[in-house]
C-alpha cells in the first residue's frame, strides 16, 4: 500500500508539474486573443500532440540520459556482453512508471482541444491524427537516441541532450508561426520536429502554412519518424563500435 501511494502521489504530482506550462498560456491568453494566428484551443491542440509525443519517449527510452553515468563508471561495459541489446538495457533502467503522468495530463489537454475547436472531422483527418501521435512518439523517441550515442562519444552530455529533447518540446508547444523562418526550416529539414504536431495540425485544423512549405508535409509524419529512426539507429550503432571502456 505504501508503494502504491508513493506511485500514484508522483504520477499526479508529475501530471500537475508539466500542467504548469499549459496554464501559463491560458494566463497569457486572458490577456491577448490570439498567438501566431491561433487561438487558445488550437495551441492547446499543438500542447497536447507534442506533449503526448514526449511523454510516450520519456516513458519508454527517457532513461537513455542516465547513459552518460554509466559511460564514465564503467557499467556499460556489463550491458555490452549480456544477450539483450544495450539499448533495450539502458532504456529500461531504473524504469518508472510514474512518468505516466506526463502523458495523462497531453491527454487531458488534447482531449479538451478537439473538443473546443470544433473541427469539420473526416476519415483522413482521423487518420492522420492517429498518425500525428504515433510519428511524433517515434520522433521523440529517435531524439532521446540520439543524444544517448553521441553521450557515448563525449562522456555526459545530458544537458545538451535535454536541449533537444525536453527544450524539442517547449518549442513545439507553440505555433511555429511566432518564430523566424530559419528555426522552421531548422525543425523542418534538419531535426524534424515540426512533424511532431506542426504540420498535421495545420492540416487538421483547416489553417494555412504561413511559411508556404508543399502541402505533402501535413501527411510526412510518418516518414519524417521512419527516417529520423533509421539515421538514430545508425548512430547508436556506430557509438557502440566505437565505444572505448573506462577500465574501471
Not at 115 to 129: E, G, L, M, Q
Request: aromatic share 12%.
Amino acid at each position: 500500500m505504501t508503494y502504491r501511494a508513493s506511485f500514484w502521489s508522483l504520477a499526479v504530482g508529475q501530471a500537475l508539474f508539466t500542467l504548469v506550462d499549459f496554464v501559463a498560456i491560458t494566463i497569457m491568453f486572458s490577456h491577448i486573443d490570439r498567438l501566431g494566428g491561433f487561438d487558445v484551443a488550437q495551441v492547446a491542440l499543438l500542447y497536447g500532440f507534442s506533449g503526448f509525443a514526449l511523454g510516450v519517449a520519456d516513458l519508454l527510452v527517457g532513461n537513455v540520459e542516465l547513459l552518460g553515468r554509466r559511460v564514465r563508471d564503467g557499467s556499460f561495459d556489463a550491458m555490452l556482453v549480456r544477450p539483450v541489446a544495450p539499448l533495450v538495457q539502458v532504456a529500461a533502467d531504473q524504469f518508472a512508471l510514474r512518468r505516466l503522468g506526463r502523458i495523462v495530463s497531453a491527454v487531458g489537454v488534447l482531449g479538451w482541444a478537439l473538443v473546443a475547436t470544433n473541427i469539420d472531422w473526416s476519415i483522413t483527418k482521423v487518420a492522420v491524427a492517429v498518425a500525428t501521435l504515433v510519428s511524433g512518439s517515434v520522433i521523440f523517441c529517435s531524439v532521446f537516441v540520439l543524444g544517448s550515442a553521441f553521450q557515448i562519444l563525449a562522456g555526459d552530455a545530458s544537458e545538451m541532450m535535454n536541449a533537444f529533447t525536453y527544450g524539442g518540446n517547449t518549442l513545439t508547444q507553440y505555433p511555429l508561426s511566432i518564430y523566424p523562418s530559419e528555426v522552421v526550416k531548422g525543425v523542418t529539414f534538419i531535426l524534424p520536429l515540426a512533424f511532431v504536431n506542426w504540420y498535421p495540425a495545420l492540416y487538421i485544423l483547416g489553417v494555412e502554412d504561413p511559411f508556404d512549405m508543399p502541402v505533402a508535409f501535413h501527411f510526412a509524419s510518418p516518414v519524417a519518424a521512419t527516417l529520423l529512426a533509421a539515421v538514430a539507429a545508425g548512430c547508436w550503432r556506430a557509438g557502440v563500435r566505437r565505444y572505448r571502456s573506462t577500465g574501471s
